[in-house]
Every structure is written in C-alpha cells, then in structure tokens.
C-alpha cells in the first residue's frame, strides 16, 4: 500500500494493523463480523494523515502557556523575596527592570500578583498565536500533499 509516494510497509510492519484494526480486518479491508450493509472500508491513508497531523488546542495551549508564564514569574520574584538581599541593595535588581515594561510591576509581594497577571496574558496571547500557526501550517501542508497526490494521479493516467 502506498501513501502520497511513500510505503507504509517501511514504517509500520503491517499497514493493516494501524491504531486498533489488528484482528477485525479482512483480506479485501472490510470489517469482519458485521453485517453486509453495516460494513466500512478501512482508510489507512486518513488514519496516518490523522495521527501524523494532529490539530493542537489553541485554546488549551493558550490556558497552559500563560500559567506556566504566570507561575515562573510570580514564583521568581517570591523567592527574591524570600531570599533576600545584603543592607543597602535593591532586592531583584535585574528582575525589578521588568517594571519599565510592565506597569506597577516590581520585586515586592503585590507587584508578584501584578507580574503573574501580566505574564499569564502574555504567555496566553503566545500560546494563541503559536497554536493557530501551528493548526495553518499543518492544514497547509496536508493541502499541499493532496494536491501533489492528484498531480501524479493525473501524471501517471
């Protein structure tokens, strides 16, 4: 069996086994068991496409990037706070500088609070743009490998 050029036989050791169809499958690819009307032709070809080109949940990603963001910042500037600093330096130094950027942020416990909230955005808006780049590109590519498919089709008739 060939998919788009390349033989499933070099990545699987039998294409007819992919994701679950182990022993239902019968030799002409029709489900065994069922009745003559209720029987589906198994589709290898969508099942790798499928697997190969899963869609990954912007909104989850999203969700997730910001709080990872919110916690490492907010987590950062509480063990500053924690740590310390000698007599007569600023705490944070370095992290203090993000207050340029994000306003009323600073190495203290309520400007944690105000960090983590601006880093959650951040990471969310991020994570929403990565996503729904990720989604296009795949969706893209899987454009372009159908219509090289229909080029050779049409090539080799």
């Known amino acids: 069996m060939i998919f788009h050029g390349i033989k499933l036989a070099k990545y699987f050791k039998d294409p007819k086994k992919i994701s ?12 065994q068991g ?21 869609r990954m949940d912007v909104i989850a990603l999203a969700v997730a990037l910001g709080t990872v963001c ?27 500088l993000l207050g340029i950027y994000l306003p009323g942020y600073g190495v203290s416990w309520s400007g944690s609070v105000i960090g ?21 590109t795949h969706y893209l590519y899987i454009i372009l490998i159908v219509a090289r498919s229909y080029w050779w089709r049409l090539m080799a008739e």
């Open 70 to 96: 919110a916690l490492g910042l907010f987590l950062a500037t509480i063990f500053l706070l924690l740590k310390g600093a000698p007599e007569g330096v600023h705490t944070g130094t370095h992290l203090g």
């Open 20 to 31: 679950g169809f182990t022993e239902t499958i019968r030799q002409d690819g029709l489900y």
């Open 34 to 54: 069922e009745e003559k009307h209720l029987q589906k032709p198994l589709n290898t070809d969508k099942a790798v496409l499928m697997a190969g080109f899963a």
């Open 116 to 136: 983590a909230l601006y880093a959650g955005a951040i990471g969310a808006v991020f994570g929403f743009v990565w996503g729904v780049l990720w989604n296009l």
